[in-house]
């Protein structure tokens, strides 16, 4: 009824006039108040009521009947029923348009009502015509320098921003600030709303840094303006985290999300929003277990909440996330819900057209992985025909791409080849999408390569290493445009086999400098890191250049630490502040050690370098592990060769069962469970070194690739086990060879002729955990071990109370050697926080953990770093980096060699190990021999039953081998302790044993 009534009125307007009872004194403005308070109050049936009733009185006069009709659409709006309201405000509207014209205030409020409903069912074009509507009639009302202006050009700006028109919105973003500045109150809520808003424009246009900056000025002003709620602290909080996530500082982001959730009313969209870009976070880490809570958090959410249209998006994109998410868990199960359940409440029309086409990629993938090819292609075609018709190049890629891979997998190579090039054809300019030009690439290569083995094709081959050379060109332009160095890892692992089909080929199509070439591909592929870090060395040592160069990054770091304002604003401020002073220290002992630093390698050695470095009696084996092949690069003083070896499906599997029997000891595991480790020891032996055995010396340095990282070599069998499964019987490589390890040629190269500082001779660090809050077990004999040590080599010892990180880090960085025997505790999922544990300090807030993303920002010209802890040589693995280890942790910031554990190493057995060791070194024996002397002198004495390797061949020494002390005997000891290391050189360790189980502390002495 009230309709009727409503139309009765708009259509009689101009039979009433404004009369008396169109006054304040009518009583009119009491009864709105009280519908106000009403809905404030959570009554909105009760307010409709009552504005039924007003409308249906004779003679309303149209003032009132269009506020009347204003209170029903803000109730309609607050009642989440956007679409009545809409049709409230348009008739005010319309009846204010006839009552005071066009341009008058009123129609003004009726045009903003109007921008806040389109607002909130996301019809972005309408927002902006009211919102533009608004604008223009206050800016007829107002003067310019009016604040009354600033929200509309707020709401304008806004819903350009959505509409992407992105340089539209930044202008009206500006012209609201200066009317703000004009006010001269800086420290306004609306203040810090617009610098968030421009801080949305510079993100849009991946100018992240400079909306850090916006951010960061928003910020301050949050936290000391008193109107501020949590509400926008919350929403400054997340812009910040996706900010510094895209910027590459994860750790930083989800410091920030964290915060963000803190000041966030559980059930808010706010925090469905946070914990949404927390989940985006992860799943491009790969840790796709913590992004499937965090998405399945907000489906939750948005599941028993109202599903407003703002709600419905967020709901659209949680649960295309969570599908993901399953996919990249491989539960294709989950992953087709999910998606299938997206696209079932994606609304049809141009709008979401490009959203469906994306779940449609997703659903396709998951039917491929399930091996449903049918529905697969089906889900990439209907993406392909809509990309094509639209003109949409990424999707059009991706249809053409995930085609191929469907032929591919299916065997149809040369119908792949074509999908994979249209694919890379689709791209247009390569500059457009790099990443996903090399991807094309990456995929056309392997093609080719597949079809070149097939058919025993020159031309194939010759085809795979020119695309394949291409690619590696643009990957490594892609990683110089890339924001950070993580970015770098990923891409490398995601196209590794670039390099692989491009050394494949080079060999393939043979000539007399094929075994080069490939050798220098290899190392072209390996260490982005340890590249960079080989650069600077070599700039550092031009001081017309790099001393200038390195002086001016102090002054500008300085500068901007110094223009920090005082007191520590949380996070912001401290976050930046802390990096600073980092930066500023690195720069600084940069530019203290200047001199003594050295061009450490280049990326692209010849063989005969190599070959150069090596003593007589030792060879370098460098493997590249392929697609369909796994190649062995050969060198001793006088022979340089490339040999293909088989690589067999089961190769991976086998050896990370092999190191995970190596890892457990045998005394806790149950009689038959390690049968298969001298069948995998030997077989292994027999694929990794028998074809390789004519060149092989007595010294042997690996430098692995892939799964190779995790093999114990010296634990490999080189001839068949009998069946008496009897330990102490094989023939184990570590009876036979001394081995050590690189990460490169280039690497071991570049630590052989790094120089070391001698400031602080020996330092000893074995901390104290009796009492320790971080749940560390206690270490009852890590100062026995630091002890004897220092004994050997004499030096520093730093033991107990004294074993804190600020005492022990200003020692670290001038020292020669370095020995660590305290807690090691492995992340590998974020390896830059894995760290070193110190003694804690009482009722102190410091953090007595040396983290690995430290560590790299600390130069340290240090001979030998012993990391006596567990699993320092363990961690994520990396392909074309290895693993991210705390020993490659320091290597990075410099160490020359690092010995570190591949497993958890028992307290009571390593001090022995330790003692044994630091005896071979002060001996001057080189320190990979020293290690390998102690492990032979174990197998010859321990008792039967602790051959295990277990026991044994946990600890490994990465880089350079030349003796510790050959570059100064005043190092550590007198003439007489020398004569007396020398006497017992041959004298050498026992081995490890009771370990702990993986991503534990060192194991304490069993009771």
């Known amino acids: 009824m009230h309709k009727a009534l409503i139309i009765f009125y708009c259509l009689s307007l101009g039979a009433y006039a404004l009369n008396a009872q169109d006054s304040v004194k009518d009583g009119w403005d009491a009864r709105l108040d009280m519908g106000y308070e009403w809905l404030q109050q959570g009554c909105p049936l009760e307010v409709l009521d009552s504005c039924d009733a007003w409308l249906s009185q004779k003679h309303l006069p149209p003032r009132r009947a269009a506020e009347v009709l204003t209170l029903m659409g803000n109730t309609y709006r607050r009642m989440g029923k956007v679409h009545n309201a809409i049709r409230s405000h348009e008739l005010a509207l319309g009846i204010r348009k006839r009552q005071f014209g066009a341009q008058s205030e009123e129609t003004a409020r009726s045009c903003q009502n109007l921008f806040n409903c389109y607002w909130d069912l996301q019809d972005d074009v309408n927002a902006a015509h009211f919102a533009l509507k608004t604008l223009e009639i206050r800016k007829m009302l107002l003067s310019p320098e009016d604040t009354r202006l600033v929200v509309p ?172 998410s399953y996919l990249g868990l491989g539960e294709t199960e989950g992953a087709v819900f999910y998606i299938t359940k997206a696209i079932e409440i994606i609304p049809k029309g141009k709008a979401h057209a490009e959203l469906l086409a994306s779940a449609r990629l997703k659903l396709g993938r998951c039917y491929l992985q399930q091996g449903k090819r049918i529905s697969a292609d089906a889900n990439f075609n209907q993406t392909l025909q809509w990309a094509t018709t639209n003109g949409k190049a990424a999707k059009a890629f991706a249809a053409n791409y995930y085609l191929g891979e469907s032929a591919a997998l299916a065997g149809e190579i040369p119908k792949a080849i074509v999908f994979y090039a249209k694919a890379q054809s689709s791209l247009g300019t390569e500059s457009a999408y790099p990443y996903e030009a090399v991807q094309a690439m990456a995929a056309l290569g392997m093609a080719h390569e597949a079809l070149a083995r097939q058919k025993n094709n020159v031309d194939e081959w010759s085809k795979a290493k020119t695309i394949a050379l291409k690619g590696i060109t643009a990957l490594e332009a892609l990683n110089g445009w890339l924001s950070d160095e993580q970015s770098e890892l990923d891409a490398k692992a995601a196209f590794f086999q670039l390099y692989s089909t491009a050394i494949a080929a080079t060999l393939a199509l043979g000539g007399p400098q094929a075994d080069e070439a490939a050798f220098q591909l290899t190392e072209r592929y390996r260490g982005s890191q340890f590249q960079h870090l080989s650069l600077q060395a070599k700039e ?212 052989r002729f790094s120089s070391v500082s001698f400031g602080n001779g020996l330092v000893a660090v074995a901390p104290n955990f009796t009492q320790d809050t971080r749940q560390l077990l206690p270490l009852y004999n890590n100062v026995n071990e630091a002890k004897a040590a220092t004994k050997e080599l004499g030096g520093r010892l730093l033991q107990g109370a004294s074993a804190t990180k600020k005492a022990v880090l200003p020692l670290l960085q001038n020292s020669q050697a370095v020995l660590f025997s305290t807690h090691a505790i492995l992340d590998d999922q974020r390896p830059a926080s894995s760290y070193l544990a ?135 000891k007198s003439s007489w302790k020398l004569a007396t290391a020398a006497l017992g050189s041959v004298l050498v360790l026992v081995g490890l044993h009771l370990f702990c189980k993986r991503r534990t502390t060192r194991y304490p002495l069993r009771p």
């Not at 949380?570 to 050690?593: H, R, T």
């Open 153 to 324: 050009y707020l709401n304008l700006a806004d819903a350009f921003f959505q509409l992407n028109k992105t340089e539209a919105a930044r202008e009206l973003f500006q012209n609201a600030q200066e009317i703000q500045a004009a006010s001269g109150d800086y420290a306004t809520l609306m203040t810090a709303i617009l610098q968030t808003r421009l801080a949305d424009c510079h993100f849009k246009d991946g100018d992240f840094y400079q909306a850090l900056d916006s951010l960061q000025a928003a910020w301050r002003i949050l936290q000391a303006a008193p109107e501020a709620t949590a509400l926008e602290k919350a929403r400054c909080l997340a812009k910040t985290g996706n900010c510094l996530f895209e910027v590459g500082d994860s750790e930083a982001a989800i410091q920030h999300f964290n915060a963000a959730i803190g000041h966030c009313k559980e059930g808010d969209a706010e925090w469905a929003e946070v914990l949404l870009s927390l989940g985006r976070l992860y799943a491009t880490k790969n840790d796709h277990a913590s992004a499937t809570e965090y998405f399945a958090a907000v489906v939750r959410f948005c599941e028993e909440a109202n599903l407003t249209p703002l709600f419905h998006k967020l709901y659209m994109e949680s649960l295309l996330q969570l599908g993901s």
């Open 540 to 751: 550092m040592n031009n001081p017309s250049t790099q001393i200038q160069k390195l002086r001016r990054s102090l002054a500008t770091a300085k500068q901007r630490r110094a223009s920090l304002p005082g007191g520590a604003i949380f996070p912001l401020q401290e976050v930046e502040a802390n990096k600073l002073d980092s930066i500023i220290l690195s720069l600084q002992n940069q530019l203290s050690a200047n001199e003594s630093v050295t061009d450490r390698a280049t990326a692209t050695l010849k063989p005969s370098e190599i070959r150069k470095l090596l003593a007589p009696n030792q060879t370098m084996l460098e493997y590249h592990w392929g697609e369909q092949a796994l190649f062995a690069f050969v060198f001793t003083r006088d022979t340089f060769l490339a040999k293909t070896l088989p690589l067999p499906k089961n190769m991976a599997a086998d050896i990370l069962q092999f190191f995970a029997l190596c890892n457990q000891n045998p005394d806790w595991m149950p009689d038959g469970s390690q049968a298969d480790l001298p069948i995998l020891a030997h077989q292994l032996y027999a694929q990794l070194l028998a074809p390789l055995k004519p060149w092989l010396r007595q010294q042997l340095t690996i430098v692995p690739d892939a799964w190779l990282y995790y093999l114990p070599f010296d634990a490999l069998v080189t001839v068949p086990p009998s069946q008496s499964g009897h330990f102490w019987e094989y023939q184990y490589l570590a009876r036979t060879y001394s081995i050590g390890y690189a990460n490169a040629a280039f690497t071991y190269r570049a630590a």
């Open 838 to 972: 110190f003694t804690e300090v009482e009722d102190s807030m410091e953090n007595e953990n040396l983290y690995a993303w430290e560590i790299h920002n600390l130069p340290f010209f240090t001979d030998l770093i012993v990391l006596s802890a567990c699993q320092t040589a363990n961690g994520q693995l990396y392909r074309g980096e290895g693993l991210l280890s705390m020993a490659r942790a320091f290597q990075l910031a410099g160490a020359k060699t690092v010995v570190a554990s591949l497993w958890n190493v028992d307290d009571k057995q390593t001090p022995e190990l330790m003692e044994q060791y630091f005896s071979n070194l002060a001996a001057s024996v080189p320190k990979s021999q020293a290690l390998s002397l102690a492990k032979q002198h174990y197998l010859c004495n321990a008792q039967r039953t602790k051959t295990h390797p277990f026991f044994w061949s946990g600890f490994i020494s990465i880089g350079d081998d030349s003796p510790l002390l050959q570059q100064g005997s005043q190092f550590f």
